[in-house]
C-alpha cells in the first residue's frame, strides 16, 4: 500500500501512520563499494606538479661512459664523444567523472526533512573517481584500458614490452627486475621477501613500500606472531597486543594491505624513483554546472590530467607473484 513504508509490526496503526507520520533520514552516506587505496596514499606523497607542456619528456642514462682512466706523462688523453642519453616520453593522461543530477528530483527533494541530494551525488561522484584512478594505477580499469596511464605493472612487474617510447626487448637497461615466482606457492616467505628487496636495493637506495592484498597480508604477517616477546612484565601492566600495534616494517619499506590490485602478488617499491605527476592545471579541477539544451537535467565534471612516471625501473620497484 502507498504510504511512506512503514512496517508492521512494531507499528500498529499501518495506514494511518503511512499516511501521517515520515520515516527519519539519517544526516550521513552509507558506502559499501568504496575500496581506499594503500597505493594511492603510498605514491601520492611523492608526487609532482608540472604547469605545463604537451608531453612528458625525460632523459635517460642508459649506459656509462667507456672513456677515462689512468694515464702516464705524455700519452693522449681520452676525446671519445659518447651519446648514452635517450629520451622517454609519455603522454598526459586526462580523466574525467561525469556528475548529472535531474532539475525535477532536484526540485522534488528540496523541502522538510530531506539529505541534500547534490551532497549525495557529489560525495558518490568523489568515490568512484577515486577509485577509478587507483585501479589505473594497477591497469585495472572498467573501460578504456588503451587510454589510460601507464600503470606501476606495465613498469615494475613486466619486461620486453613498450614503455615511455622506449622498446625493453632492444634496450635491457629500460627493463625492470624481472619478476620472482615463490616456488611452492602459499604465504610469502621472509626468504622470498629478502630476496626481492635486496635485488631492488642499491646501497642506500632501498624500498619503502610493500603491498599485497589483504588475504596476502595476513598470512605474511602470520609468519612472525611467534617473535612476540614481552620484557620487564609488560603483559602485567597493559593488555596483550595480538597483532602489531603500529606500522609493520619489512627492512626499510612499510607494509600494507592495498585493496586495489592483483591478488596472489607482492610488489616493493621506491617511490624516490617511480610516482605520480600531475598537470597543475588540471588537478582535481571541478567544471561548474551546466544545463545542455533541450533536457533538464545539470551537468558537473571532476577532471585530473596525470600520469605515472618511472626515472629508473631496476630501482623503482619488483615483483613477486605466485603467493597465497
Request: aromatic share 14%.
Amino acid at each position: 500500500m502507498a504510504g511512506t513504508g512503514l512496517s508492521q509490526p512494531p507499528v500498529a496503526l499501518l495506514n494511518t501512520m503511512n499516511a501521517a507520520t515520515q520515516q527519519y533520514l539519517a544526516p550521513f552516506l552509507g558506502d559499501v563499494v568504496f575500496k581506499p587505496s594503500a597505493a594511492w596514499w603510498g605514491f601520492t606523497r611523492e608526487g609532482i606538479f608540472l604547469r605545463g607542456g604537451g608531453a612528458l619528456t625525460y632523459p635517460i642514462l642508459s649506459t656509462l661512459e667507456s672513456s677515462g682512466g689512468p694515464y702516464w706523462g705524455a700519452q693522449l688523453l681520452d676525446t671519445n664523444i659518447e651519446d648514452n642519453v635517450v629520451p622517454a616520453t609519455q603522454v598526459w593522461r586526462p580523466y574525467a567523472k561525469p556528475i548529472v543530477i535531474p532539475y525535477t528530483d532536484l526540485m522534488m527533494n528540496r523541502g522538510y526533512g530531506s539529505l541534500d541530494l547534490l551532497q549525495i551525488k557529489y560525495e558518490s561522484a568523489t568515490l568512484t573517481f577515486l577509485q577509478q584512478i587507483s585501479q589505473a594505477m594497477w591497469g585495472i580499469s572498467p573501460r578504456n584500458t588503451t587510454l589510460d596511464v601507464d600503470n606501476l605493472v606495465n613498469w615494475v612487474g613486466t619486461q620486453n614490452n613498450t614503455i615511455a617510447g622506449i622498446n625493453r626487448s632492444s634496450n635491457a637497461f629500460w627493463n625492470p627486475v624481472a619478476p620472482l615466482s615463490q616456488s611452492g606457492g602459499g604465504a610469502l616467505l621472509p626468504a622470498t621477501a629478502n630476496q626481492v628487496f635486496f635485488s631492488i636495493s642499491k646501497g642506500y637506495e632501498t624500498p619503502n613500500l610493500l603491498l599485497m592484498s589483504p588475504t596476502s597480508f595476513a598470512a605474511f604477517m602470520n609468519n612472525f606472531t611467534s617473535l612476540n616477546r614481552f620484557d620487564q612484565n609488560l603483559q602485567d601492566k597493559e593488555a596483550v597486543q595480538a597483532g602489531f600495534r603500529l606500522n609493520f616494517y619489512w627492512n626499510t619499506a612499510t607494509v600494507l594491505p592495498e585493496a586495489v590490485m592483483p591478488t596472489t602478488q607482492a610488489y616493493f617499491f621506491n617511490t624516490k624513483y617511480i610516482f605520480p605527476t600531475f598537470l597543475e592545471s588540471d588537478y582535481f579541477v571541478t567544471e561548474p554546472w551546466t544545463k545542455p539544451t533541450n533536457q533538464r537535467i545539470l551537468v558537473s565534471y571532476f577532471y585530473l590530467t596525470w600520469q605515472i612516471m618511472c626515472l629508473s625501473p631496476v630501482y623503482a620497484g619488483a615483483n613477486i607473484y605466485n603467493i597465497t
